[in-house]
Structures are given as structure tokens and as C-alpha cells.
């Protein structure tokens, strides 16, 4: 099967992301012109003259330091574009790492001055964007979203990218973080195995909670999830607070509004996931695991479901039989009352890159992100990791898989596109929402404790006036 966004068809990526412009997700960027002239970067490094094929003036052989989180979507595309870069820069020799944990192993770099020249600010724990940008550590992308487009220079790179990226990317009012990937969330499920056993992808909590015991029976959980990586189980509940208080419920919790977590929207949806906890619906063990542990799960038939991102299938490539058809699902009605329509989908775009102020080439960094969006490079990231880029049409007319099929079907359905903003907002309240939801999907916990411990970390976020606060409309 093939995506062709510009032609009518169910797997029609405009459609997803036209759904996603109307659900907030595109914000206008502010522009500013790029100076021809020959300078010094902030660092002190010898720039070369900004022309339009050389936009930030990346000086003659001056080394790049990138670093890419070594995850889901692998270190091959990494490679390409590190060779690229090398290509049309020689003598410009690029130093390629690649981390698990971005946090653990780059901030300490911020704070020593020493960050590295590109960072791809995504993993388990990615570095708090609001602290390196209040402390003016990142770099303001606005020019890089203003400078010519690698393969048009009479086009500029923001009229290159899909609705949502400059949004997604954009603390107090610029955009600091290029996300590059649009990524499709949803449960993921082995289509094989549920047309083996005679099962039905649930619609709603009362079909989940009969196919549920039906599972149980034969010795399947009926749901697994990353435990050791909260982010993943924060994003499940937060979707179904999404799902059964729609828009309104997750705009109070975003803007710090007094009692937002005590709503009933999110009453249900912590009530759910300890149901399924107590009815042992949900893998024994799975808060001490990690993602690729629970993730196999699915793909060896012990767990029905599991929440992720449509990388899911590149990450487990290499564990991934044949007989494995990975597809996924939206979140299924939890009530009678939800606000939101039964194939309503969380999608985003994410995977952010950074560029440090005090990078020891900044300008070779942000002409590395350019190339990055150049539909060569975009489109070989669609070939070997199985994701969207962000970059319009990179992947037309490319055979896709079944999984990242089911998920471009899912999204072109989506009577609506949901995101939210708290998570990357206010660390502190992320944080106390990873906790509080492992808690409770691992048996340890309320939907009250939930509530009321979620609720007075968001009650302490909301009275600290050193943390910046946002609005989300």
C-alpha cells in the first residue's frame, strides 16, 4: 500500500493533519531575515558569509557534534544524514553519538557550557525545554523556519512542514524544539492473533471488559505497559481524560485551572485503569518492566494491548516475526457520557531537535536541521524507520507497512485530533502524573489518591512564580 496524500484515499495524510490544524495544533510563526555577512558564532568559531546556499554561514571545515537518542526509530537514518551533511561539507567531520537517556547523559553538559551542536531531546527522559530556554541556553529556530528550503531555495523550510510542528516546537511564543516525526498514538495489537482466536477490537469499556475475561481465560493479559518509562502510562490516562471530558477537561488541566483534576473526566479515567489493575486484566509485573520487555509481550501473544506511537513497529524490527500483524486502535469509549466520538486519536508531531546557544557550531547545526528537511533525507527516514516525516509529500508514493497502514487509516477516520501541552509545560506536574499513574495501573494506588496527589502537585505548579506559565486555547 502506498501513501498518497495529494490523491483521494483512505491513508490521505492531509486529511489527518487538516484534522490536526483544527484541533490547535498550527500556530503562525513570527519571521526574521537572515543577515549576508561573515561573523562570529557565539562561541568565538569562524562563521562563513550567509549566502542562500548557506544560510546560517557554516564555516570551512569546522567539526559538528550531533547526538541522536538511540530508540525507536534507530540509528540508520542518523547515519544517513551525518553522511550527507559530511558530503557537503568536507572536511567538516560530524561527531555522531547516540544516547538512552538523553537527560542523564547531556544536561550536566548544558549546565558546563559544553552542550553539543545538535541534540535530538527525545527519550524516556528528554531534557525540560522551559529551564534551558528561560536560562537562554537553546537557540531561537525562527530563522532556520525562515531560511530557504534545502531543495527550493524560493521556498522557505516552514512552508515545507506539516500543520502542527512549529505549535508543538514553540515555549513563549518562538520555537526552540524541530520536531521531526508525525507520530500516530493509539493500542497496539496483534491483528493475527485476534482474528485466531475469534476476538474483537473493543469499541467500548463493556466489550474491552468481556474480551478482557475472555483472555484472561486462555492465559492473555489483557493489557500491558511500559512500566519503568511512565511516559507511556501518562499518556494513556491523559487521552482518556481527553476522551471522556473532551477539549474543555484537558483546557483546565493545560492552564493550571483550580480542582482540574478533580473533575469527573478524570474520576473515569482513573477509575478504569485501576478496574483493570484489580480484575488482573493487565500483565503481573508490568510497572517494573521496560518498554521493549512489555512490548514483546504483544508479539509473543501473552498481552492483547499495548499503548505507543507508530514507531512501535521499527523498534521491534528485530524481534518482529512475519506472522505479526502489529495494527492499531483508538481508545474506546470508558462511558456512556464521553464527549468525544469512539475513534477520536492522539497524533503530533514529536522526536524534537535542539540547537544549544552555547554549541561550539551552532550555525553547522541549524544547516544540519535544514538538510534534515530536505525531502531526500526526510523521505529515507520514512524507508527505514516505517514513521512520517514532517516534511509535506516525503513519503508519497512509498510502500508502507501493515502497522504504520493501520495507523495512517486510524488517524485519516479520526472525527477529531487530540493533543496537550501540561506534560512538556510543567515538569513537576509530568512528573507527579508519571508516579501517581504507575501507582495506579500497577495495583498501589486510587483513582482518589490519584486525584488528590496529581491535584496538589498541579496546586503547587499553579503558586510557584518561578516557573513560567503558559496558555493553551
Not at 295 to 307: H, P, S
Amino acid at each position: 500500500m502506498t501513501v498518497t496524500p495529494d490523491s483521494p484515499s483512505e491513508l490521505n495524510r492531509r486529511t489527518v493533519l487538516r484534522r490536526a490544524a483544527a484541533v490547535g495544533l498550527l500556530a503562525a510563526p513570527a519571521f526574521s531575515a537572515l543577515a549576508a555577512c561573515a561573523s562570529e558564532d557565539g562561541n568565538g568559531g569562524t562563521t562563513g558569509e550567509k549566502t542562500e546556499a548557506n544560510p546560517f554561514g557554516v564555516g570551512d571545515k569546522q567539526p559538528l557534534e550531533t547526538v541522536f537518542f538511540n530508540g525507536g526509530f534507530g540509528e540508520d537514518y542518523a547515519k544517513f544524514d551525518v553522511a550527507a551533511y559530511e558530503a557537503k561539507w568536507p572536511g567538516s567531520k560530524v561527531d555522531l553519538k547516540f544516547s538512552k537517556t538523553i537527560l542523564t547523559d547531556y544536561q550536566p553538559r548544558f549546565y558546563g557550557g559544553n552542550p553539543p551542536d545538535v541534540l535530538n531531546n527525545s527519550s524516556p527522559e528528554t531534557i525540560p525545554v522551559g529551564p534551558v530556554v528561560q536560562g537562554g541556553q537553546l537557540v531561537d529556530l525562527t530563522a532556520l523556519l525562515d531560511a530557504p528550503s534545502y531543495d527550493d531555495p524560493k521556498v522557505k523550510v516552514r512552508d515545507t512542514l506539516v500543520a502542527g510542528v512549529v505549535e508543538e516546537g514553540t515555549f513563549n511564543g518562538k520555537m526552540y524544539t524541530l520536531n521531526y516525526a508525525y507520530s500516530i498514538y493509539g493500542h497496539w495489537y496483534d491483528e493475527a492473533l485476534f482474528q485466531k482466536e475469534g476476538f474483537t477490537v473493543p469499541k467500548n469499556w463493556d466489550e474491552f471488559a468481556t474480551l478482557a475475561e475472555a483472555a484472561k481465560k486462555k492465559g492473555i493479559a489483557a493489557y500491558t505497559f511500559q512500566g519503568i518509562h511512565p511516559w507511556y502510562i501518562h499518556n494513556v490516562i491523559t487521552e482518556w481524560i481527553y476522551k471522556v471530558g473532551g477539549k474543555e477537561a484537558i483546557l483546565k488541566i493545560d492552564n493550571l485551572e483550580p480542582d482540574a483534576w478533580k473533575q469527573d473526566a478524570v474520576k473515569v479515567a482513573a477509575e478504569r485503569i485501576a478496574e483493570m489493575a484489580s480484575k488482573g486484566w493487565i500483565q503481573a509485573g508490568a510497572s517494573g518492566l521496560d518498554h521493549t520487555t512489555t512490548q514483546q509481550a504483544v508479539i509473543d501473544g501473552k498481552a492483547l494491548f499495548i499503548w505507543c506511537g507508530s514507531w512501535l513497529e521499527g523498534e521491534m524490527a528485530k524481534t518482529l516475526p512475519a506472522s505479526v500483524k502489529l495494527a492499531v486502535a483508538p481508545p474506546w469509549d470508558l462511558s456512556p457520557a464521553d464527549k468525544t466520538k469512539y475513534g477520536t486519536v492522539h497524533a503530533a508531531p514529536g522526536e524534537g531537535f535542539v540547537v544549544p546557544t552555547k554549541a561550539k557550531n551552532p550555525a553547522g547545526g541549524q544547516e544540519f536541521l535544514r538538510m534534515m528537511l530536505g525531502k531526500e533525507q526526510a523521505r529515507k527516514f520514512a524507508e527505514l524507520t516505517k514513521s512520517l516525516p514532517v516534511v509535506k509529500g516525503a513519503a508519497d508514493g512509498l510502500t508502507i507497512s501493515s502497522a504504520l497502514s493501520s495507523a495512517s487509516k486510524v488517524a485519516a477516520a479520526a472525527p477529531e485530533v487530540i493533543n496537550w501541552r501540561y506534560a512538556g509545560w510543567y515538569v513537576p506536574l509530568q512528573n507527579a502524573v508519571f508516579a501517581a499513574a504507575t501507582d495506579l495501573a500497577a495495583g498501589k494506588s486510587s483513582a482518589a489518591a490519584f486525584q488528590a496527589a496529581v491535584q496538589k502537585a498541579a496546586d503547587e505548579v499553579a503558586k510557584d512564580d518561578k516557573i513560567v506559565k503558559q496558555k493553551a486555547s
